[in-house]
């Protein structure tokens, strides 16, 4: 398939997939608007619908390996793209994610979060963000589901380096709860920029379980060794080899 094709597939992917947004998150609205279970089915919905259009308009597919967490746990995960966004929430079977606080102003889409748990946090000063952000996820823990944290704060495309954020281990510390790290590839596929989405086969992959009430600095360094080291090998099997060393 020329390049000039795929690019044109992958154009017609992303509009229908916002136009499949708008259509499902007013279709769903109602019911999301008085219960959390309503918000999870319509943002599940969606997740599904992008996941399975993916696979038959630019050749992406999906897989999703390891075991989803069902239980109050955190769910660390290495963030690549929107895709792996995508991919998580819709293995899992109640997640919230730790989200910029602007967020909640966007229209229909603030609501879900809310109502699905999500943790609003206000990227000011750093440290003031993260005590916010400590504080507002130990309000929020008797809420089912499965809280979901990118350790490095941001998309990191395949092969760069980037440090992971002490905010994650506070979190960790503070919630008393067990923690799965992910690893995954998306970016090989659909990067953190530009319109191409390529074919091939999009991993999320849950790691074994970090138990709770380890040292904070233990845990930090197990967490991004067992995500780096899992994310590195899955990169090699889509065909990427990392530049940068570790």
């Not at 109640?94 to 609501?111: C, D, H, N, S």
């Not at 946090?121 to 003031?128: D, E, M, Q, T, W």
């Not at 991004?224 to 990427?240: C, K, M, V």
Request: charged share 15%; glycine share 10%.
């Amino acid at each position: 398939m020329s390049g000039a094709v795929q690019w044109l597939r992958s154009l017609v992917f992303i509009i229908q997939m916002y136009v499949a947004m708008v259509i499902i998150g007013i279709a769903f609205f109602p019911w999301a608007l008085v219960s959390a279970r309503g918000a999870r089915a319509g943002s599940k919905a969606f997740c599904l619908w992008v996941r399975w259009s993916a696979g038959w308009m630019v050749g992406l597919r999906t897989e999703i390996r390891g075991t989803p967490p069902t239980g109050e746990v955190m769910i660390a995960a290495k963030h690549q793209s929107f895709f792996d966004i995508i991919l998580i929430f819709s293995a899992v079977p109640a997640g919230k994610f730790i989200m910029k606080r602007e967020l909640l102003w966007t229209p229909v889409l603030g609501q879900y979060a809310l109502r699905m748990g999500c943790i609003p946090v206000n990227r000011g000063k750093r440290s003031a963000a993260i005590k916010k952000m400590v504080a507002d996820v130990a309000h929020g823990a008797t809420q089912p589901g499965q809280l979901i944290i990118y350790p490095q704060g941001t998309r990191v495309p395949p092969g760069v380096v980037a440090p992971y954020k002490i905010g994650t281990g506070a979190i960790y510390a503070a919630l008393g709860q067990d923690c799965v790290p992910t690893a995954t590839n998306v970016g090989v596929f659909w990067p953190k920029r530009g319109l191409l989405r390529k074919p091939g086969l999009a991993v999320i992959e849950f790691l074994p379980t970090i138990k709770a009430g380890i040292n904070r600095a233990e845990f930090m360094q197990r967490l991004e060794n067992d995500i780096e080291r899992a994310s590195d090998a899955l990169l090699l099997e889509a065909g990427f080899e990392p530049t940068e060393p570790r």
